[in-house]
């Protein structure tokens, strides 16, 4: 099992940056598939990008040049740059694992972008 614990959401503006950290509970050396997903108020919950050991990185297309995931395996932590924020990137973003099958999600943390 792995407990997930997300951090940084906020307030941010149209144009500024914000950086979301999701602190895993054990070594994610192993956690093969690592991710951050939003889900808007009457939006279905969607995938914002993935960190694969084996296959890199990945974003969806409308966050794509905006936000990088990366991983701190020293830290047990991935982390999710957002930069040039839009209103429309305002959400509940999910931190997530797949780990031997099972999905791990954390509670969320809200960030909230103004024009």
């Known amino acids: 099992q792995v407990q997930l614990v997300e951090s940084g959401g906020g307030l941010g503006q149209a144009g500024g940056s914000l950086r979301l950290s999701c602190a895993a509970s054990r070594s994610i050396f192993s956690i093969n598939v690592m991710g951050w997903y939003r889900q808007a108020p009457g939006n279905q919950r969607e995938l914002v990008a993935l960190?694969?050991?084996?296959?890199?990185?990945n974003c969806a297309d409308f966050v794509k040049g905006r936000f990088t995931i990366s991983r701190d395996y020293s830290k047990n932590t991935i982390y999710l740059q957002m930069d040039s924020l839009k209103p429309e990137d305002t959400a509940v973003y999910f931190c997530?694992?797949?780990?031997?099958?099972?999905?791990?999600w954390g509670q969320g943390t809200q960030v909230i972008v103004s024009s």
């Open positions: 960190d694969s050991n084996s296959g890199g990185t």
């Open positions: 997530n694992a797949v780990d031997e099958g099972y999905n791990y």
